[in-house]
């Protein structure tokens, strides 16, 4: 059909004019637009059988509820190693706690010598209820237990300046 355009698997550069109105006759514009559609055929080659054998990665539902942060700042001996310290908080979290890390050591005035404050950001969300705040404050003197029963520590608060 004369004046019908090619498809675009037969495209060629020389084509590129009956795309492109006549209003730009500008040789340079012309000329980008021409490589323009040359380069997007080879955007949308895809390989459909790539696309179907691999294992497409499953994400945890996001839950509508919220999270509750609590950063508690516990004062332990120098010689204990915060990572033992977030092992044996990540064993004692209830089913509520979603993450327990450490964000920051602090040591210098205001603390025993020999002593060091971990301060650790504990995040709590229950995927099909609000979580209450005697839960919530339940949830870290268990925590709080946890680091006094195994380490000897105490949060910073009730440490004696």
């Known amino acids: 059909m004369p004046g019908a355009l090619p498809r675009t698997s037969e495209l060629r550069a020389q084509d590129t004019h009956r795309l492109i109105p ?21 955007l949308f080659e ?58 920051d050591v602090y040591r210098g005035p205001g603390l025993t010598e020999g002593r060091k404050s971990l301060a650790i950001l504990v995040l709590m969300q229950d995927t099909s209820r609000t979580l209450t705040d005697a839960e919530i404050d339940d949830t870290v003197a268990t925590l709080l237990r946890v680091v006094a029963d195994q380490f000897g520590g105490s949060l910073r608060s009730q440490v004696s300046q």
């Open 46 to 103: 895809l390989d459909a059988a790539t696309l179907t054998t691999g294992v497409l990665p499953v994400g945890d539902p996001v839950s509508a509820l919220p999270i509750v942060r609590r950063d508690i700042a516990i004062v332990v001996a120098e010689e204990v190693p915060a990572g033992a310290v977030l092992a044996a908080l990540q064993e004692a979290r209830a089913p509520h706690v979603e993450s327990v890390r450490l964000f």
């Open 22 to 42: 006549s209003r730009f006759s500008d040789e340079s514009v012309l000329a980008r637009l021409t490589r323009d559609i040359v380069d997007l055929q080879a």
